[in-house]
């Protein structure tokens, strides 16, 4: 036998019967699980390590530790000193790499293209068994951590979980801080005498043992390929049997001691950052995680969250006092779990948080009345089956996370179908979770801008300051609550589910039938067209349907045309929820929304009844008789969404105003504000006649025949009936062609004052899209990568956030750096991606052409890498349709595009592109903090880095920037 050779289990993993790839688990002689997978067609390879540790095991005095030790382990190990050689060497073959804490786990992924995991495997396994934690490198991810917290401090998901955590138990593991600051990495642990980096390698080696954690490896290699890979790079982990953590599984009353029982019920306000209504009640109730094969919890949050007729959600929407509604487990981990519901508030149910109540009660009472039915669970599980049964293909870099995870949580043989199927009805284990959901075992949380008094959120959450109010629930607000409403009349158990496919055969295939769409002409092609591909590749029951309505250009005048376009969207999928709901818990998703040219009807899933919704959707939409209240509750869930443009995140406030200044036809919240304030129904109503004069676009994608597809071209033009529209009044969404050697510079003040952070987002225009064009700046994006994050986020600390690439923009392309900074304004910011570009021309020049081999290969397998599920295929093949380029083989373009460049191709590119004044096209977009446009008021001029740019226009207005400049031409 092998040294090192590991054991294999023998317990086989449930496998889905669609799935194709191969497995194998395997133990280490040091302890660590292993699960391999052979796909040998993956063309990609992937690695997930998940630590069973995370911020619960934090020391008290360091809060952080665990997220900050995860940063830690990308800056250099003994065997690759290199702080940023890891990830040069991924971006180099294909790869790219990230790692998350959460309360339990540590999780380090990576993919990579297929040859090369071998070497990605190498540098990977050094993690855990020789990381360097240098000096110079801890100071400095000390300011990496406290950028990526500062980020945070304006996320209204973030500040929940800390204002729950803070009226948590005191001193338990649930309510520690988790992503750590650098006052808890850096000023409190000096003040107690504490060596963050002593305490780094010391908490690496108490938790970061081989028998705590689980290794996937995913690649085309065979599975004795893989196993020697792992015996090779992973034998060296050191197993010291770690502790195991206190909260363990077999504490049953863990849960009662999440919240302090004394202090049960409790009601708890506090104020979002955004203009939102949710009213969220918590039960602590005991770990679900070891009943996976009854999942009592999935029971009650399919009765609880349902949308359909005699719902909860129903009930309320017709009580107008709510627009939405969940229900599930929300935390789960070893020792406890925590079920909570969460009710999107209409601005009466803002008011009458009682009534809600009462409902919520009043359902959870019909359900005890009724004990746990065994058809639903019968229909709950057939459903899970058949998705199981036809679960698509994961993409490699997302499913070794994925099931790293789950091998903590479920034996070896339920790794894959664990989360999915439904193995045992267990009435009794239904009934004690159900008797946990009682209103004096529940923590309320109110969170409404404007609905409580500022001055009566008197207690602050120590971490992310946010001010709140917490208080005993009251003996006549918990009898208020069982004041329910007749179940027999109002509320009731969901009907069986009629859209539960039942023929999931596969339809012959056609011998003549095209590897791409084809035109199937409709009866006047000023009417619109259809395309149609079959099915040949994937083979499951399942379809893809798109139905646009592209409409005239006059329906885009105006912000007013398209507030009144998407309320009248949000109008159908609001009266098609209660009709369609039992679809998308059936396998079938759908979408009626706005788009740049004019509405998208999308369907997917099943095929079997996916015929029978594609007519509901059509036929709401085209007869669509909306409510007044509703209406009232869509128009001012808009208005709030357009005012809450202010809140948006640094990076889209600059996408943003980027896209205004380039794009033809672009509204702004702001523009379509007072449009939103001032719409009445009887607009959204007469807006229905814009659909008349619409040319139809129509996709059918799956398994389904010609004659199939044809009859859903009939049903559409049927429903919709449009007026032939010739060419010249289709929309045009053309794109400003920026003039060649003028460097501008868009300055925008950050809208939300509490908002720390600033951005600079830098763009180079590179003019519509080629075949030729698109394989260099694709190789140069990849070229750039790894060096721009190493540069601007690792050695200069500007950010957490520093990205840089390409995107499109109506089939023109930029390439672009953007920089997120807490610590600098946008002015530096912009100064250092200046240097580094105008460094990196001395990088290209000096790559060989062996070096640029490499690069070429990885990036020609990332164009090669085939789709993974038909909704994959589906959304490439609808771009082709969208942009009217019909090149069914595009990727094999690019790929040979790219074989053919060589260095001086690059440097050539790269110049004209970024660095040559009389050609480039730069434009920067800064957003500035409030904070930074203080200080910079405060600096003499030139402080703070401030780049001195006499040869850049400032543009003070984008809309007569992009008035002033010419357009590219559209082609239809």
Known sequence: PRANMAAVTDAPCRCSAADKRVYRHVVLPNGLAALLVSDGASEKAAACMSVGVGYMEDPPSIPGLAHFCEHMLFLGTEKYPQESSYKEFLTSHGGTCNASTSAENTDFKFDVVSEHLDGALDRFAQFFTCPLFTSSATEREINAVDAENAKNLQSDSRRLLQVTKAVASQGSKFAKFSTGNSDTLQATPAKLGLDVRDELLRFHKQWYTASRMKLVVLGAQSLDDLQGLVETHFPDIPNDDAETPQDAAEDSSAHETVFPADCLPLRVDFEPVRETRHLMV????????????????????????????????????????????????????????????????????????????????????????????????TELQQLAEIQFRFKPTSRPYPYVSTLARRLHQYPVEHVLSGPYLLHRFDPELISQYLARLLPEKSVVVM??????????????????????????????????????????????????????????????????????????????????SLFFQQDATFREPKACVSLLLCLSKAAFASPRDWVHRRLYTDLVEDKLNLLAYDAELAGLQYSVSCSRDGVLITVKGFNHKLPTLFSRILETFAGLEPRQDRFDVKREALERGCRNWRFKSVWELAKSFHSRAFRETHWTAEDKLPHAVDVTLSDVVA????????????????????????????????????????????????????????????????????????????????????????????????????????????????????????????????????????????????????????????????????????????????????????????????SEILDHKFMWDRRARLAE??????????????????????????????????????????EPKGGQGAVVDADTDLVEDPVLFRRCHGLFQHHV
């Open 897 to 938: 595009a790219v074989r053919s460049l060589a260095q001086h191709d690059m440097l050539a590119c790269y110049k004209q592109l970024v660095l040559s004044p009389e050609t480039r096209r730069r434009f920067s977009v800064w957003v500035e903090s409030d904070t930074h446009r203080l200080l910079n008021q405060a």
């Open 282 to 377: 918590l039960w602590p109730v005991p770990a679900t995680r070891p009943h996976f094969e009854a999942r009592p919890t999935h029971y009650l949050s399919h009765l609880i969250g349902h949308e359909g007729p005699g719902s909860l959600l129903a009930h309320l929407k017709d009580d107008g006092l709510a627009d939405g509604l969940t229900a599930g487990t929300s935390y789960s981990f070893d020792a406890f779990s925590i079920f909570k519901v969460t009710i999107k508030l209409t601005e009466f149910g803002a008011e009458h948080p009682g009534k809600v109540l009462a409902a919520l009660y009043s359902y959870i009472s019909l359900l005890r009345r009724l004990g746990p039915q065994e058809w639903v669970f």
């Open 447 to 528: 969170r409404a801008k404007g609905n409580t008094d500022p001055e009566q959120l008197t207690q602050t959450e120590r971490w992310y300051g946010v001010h709140f109010a917490s208080r005993g629930v009251r003996e006549d607000e918990l009898a208020s609550w069982a004041q329910s409403v007749e179940p027999t009349t109002v509320l009731h158990l969901p009907d069986p589910n009629p859209f539960v496919p039942t023929k999931l055969e596969l339809v012959e295939i056609d011998p003549l039938a095209a590897d791409h769409p084809v035109l199937l002409q409709g009866p006047a092609p000023e009417q619109g």
């Open 687 to 878: 807006c229905k006649g814009q659909f008349k004069q619409a040319r139809l676009k129509l996709f059918v994608h799956g398994n389904v025949t010609m004659q199939e597809a044809n009859e859903l071209w009939e049903l559409a033009m049927q429903r919709v009936a449009p007026i032939p529209m010739p060419t010249t009044l289709l929309p045009t969404n053309r794109v400003v062609c920026q003039p060649n050697g003028v460097a501008f510079r868009l300055p925008i003040a950050g809208p939300n004052p509490d908002e720390p952070n600033s951005g600079a987002l830098v763009t180079f225009q590179a003019g519509p899209s080629t075949i030729e064009q698109a394989a260099r700046l694709r190789l140069l994006a990849q070229l750039i990568k790894a060096r721009c994050f190493a540069q601007l986020r690792t050695k200069e600390q500007l950010g957490y956030i520093v990205f840089s690439g390409l995107y499109q923009m109506d089939r023109v392309e930029f390439f672009y750096v953007y920089v997120q900074s807490k610590v600098a304004g946008p002015s530096k910011v912009d100064g250092r991606i200046t240097a580094f570009l105008e460094s990196f021309e001395a990088i290209l020049t000096e790559t060989t052409e062996e070096m640029l081999q490499t690069e070429k290969g990885a990036l020609v397998a990332q164009l090669l890498e085939t789709d993974k599920t038909l909704v994959e295929e589906f959304y490439r093949r609808w």
